[in-house]
């Protein structure tokens, strides 16, 4: 499969599994998971092609971000799920220092409001400086980028979750955890 047409179908897999499972057919299991048959039958349908279990290799095996995962014959996506339905994952205990690449057009209501989740369950934290500005720039070339005390706002009863090895989810952070690290070359 060229790269161009496995992108695209990892972009749709995860668009089913984690903003619109219904419109192929699925219904997540509580940890966000389908059986791996119904998403290919569900994709296979919805693309008008047969997706196989080889396509999906070779989409999981794409170099970049780890969205996916496949266990016990189920696959779900790690993070950004946006559904109704609350996707239940567990607790993890983070690291002492998190990071969050924001806009520059967000940056104040972030340091007045806290990070919230807006159209997704859960705030999505970086574990390195790097992860978080490439993330950030999907919506300013040059994002402020943000460090998260979070291990203090774990202690003080904030909830966080395992994402993949480079991101954590956590509930809403208040203002007190978060400090600016580099405001980027644009004004704020």
Partial sequence: MEDKKAIRISKTISYALRHN??????TLAQD???????????????LGRPITHRDLDEILSLP????????????????????KEEVVRPLTEPPEVLY???SHKALPLVLAEGLK?????????????????EAGRRRDPDPPLLQIRAHDAWTDGIRFYEG?????????????????????????
């Fill in 21 to 26: 499972p219904s419109a192929f057919g699925l």
């Fill in 32 to 46: 966000g998971s389908v059986p791996v048959e119904d998403l290919l039958d569900g994709l296979s349908k919805a």
């Fill in 64 to 83: 970049g971000k780890r969205r996916l995962v496949i266990e016990g014959g189920r696959i779900r996506a790690y993070y950004g799920h946006s559904v």
């Fill in 100 to 102: 969050h690449a924001t």
């Fill in 117 to 133: 989740p807006m159209n997704r369950q859960h705030v999505h934290l970086s574990s390195t400086k790097e992860t978080a500005l």
């Fill in 164 to 188: 993949n090895e480079d991101i954590f989810l956590s509930d809403p952070l208040p203002p007190r955890y978060i400090s600016i690290l580099a405001a980027g070359t644009k004004p704020c």
